[in-house]
């Protein structure tokens, strides 16, 4: 899942990453409105994590610019003012889901999660393919009904290609869906990723490279 967290508060942007980025999301920051509006329409991203008062451009404006483009990105609005009224105004500018300052950060990751399955189109609360099974709420991968350990990027990795149902993904689609920004376009990151996940998912193999195109994981494995 692709985040991205507009807060002034540079203090709390940053715990807001570190801890979205511990449960496997990948996630950019920014701290002025201004920015996170030019991020926001340069990049896909599931979840929005907007605060309100922002400089550069108030996150209200930005709020109901995204509402207008017709993005799927979800946003979860931040505020210091939690009552009523400013809830309900929030929602009609376009968020999605609302959270007052100070918050539980368990909560946060909850909405966020949740925010995020309805960002895409509705994908099967668990993939099956051939004898291997990832279940995304879980976060666990077995083959064979035998537990795989996978880092946080071949999770994702695997989860983009499995909702791909077959068809190809590039590179590219990959870097942008699972890392951040800060991440060199030019890295081969990417296929030393699929190369680890290929080792750890053992034979048959499930992954295939398409020259020149990207990767797809093969609806049946050949014994």
């Not at 990948?26 to 309100?52: C, I, N, Q």
């Not at 999770?155 to 077959?166: N, T």
Request: with cysteine; glycine share 8%; proline share 5%.
């Amino acid at each position: 899942m692709r985040v991205l967290v507009v807060e002034d508060e540079r203090n709390l942007a940053d715990a807001i990453a570190r801890g979205l980025r511990r449960q496997g999301m990948a996630v950019d920051v920014a701290y002025d409105g201004s920015t996170g509006h030019e991020m926001a329409f340069v990049t896909r991203y599931d979840v929005l994590v907007l605060d309100r008062d922002l400089p550069g451009m108030h996150g209200d404006d930005l709020c109901a610019e995204l509402a207008a483009s017709g993005t799927l990105t979800r946003v979860l609005m931040l505020t210091a003012s939690g009552t009523v009224a400013d809830r309900v105004e929030g929602l009609r500018l376009g968020a999605d889901d609302y959270l007052p300052k100070p918050f539980a950060f368990d909560e946060l990751v909850a909405r966020v999660q949740a925010l995020g399955r309805r960002a895409t189109p509705p994908a099967p609360p668990v993939f099956s393919v051939a004898d291997l099974v990832l279940d995304p709420a879980k976060r666990t991968v077995t083959r064979r009904g035998v537990p795989v350990e996978l880092t946080n990027k071949e999770f994702g990795v695997l989860a983009e290609l499995l909702k791909a149902r077959g068809a190809v993904v590039s590179s590219e689609e990959l870097l942008e869906r699972v890392w951040d920004a800060n991440t060199d376009p030019f890295t081969t990151i990417v296929r030393v990723t699929v190369m680890t996940l290929r080792r750890k998912l053992g034979d048959p193999p499930l992954i295939e490279t398409v020259v020149g195109a990207g990767y797809r994981v093969l609806e049946t494995a050949a014994a």
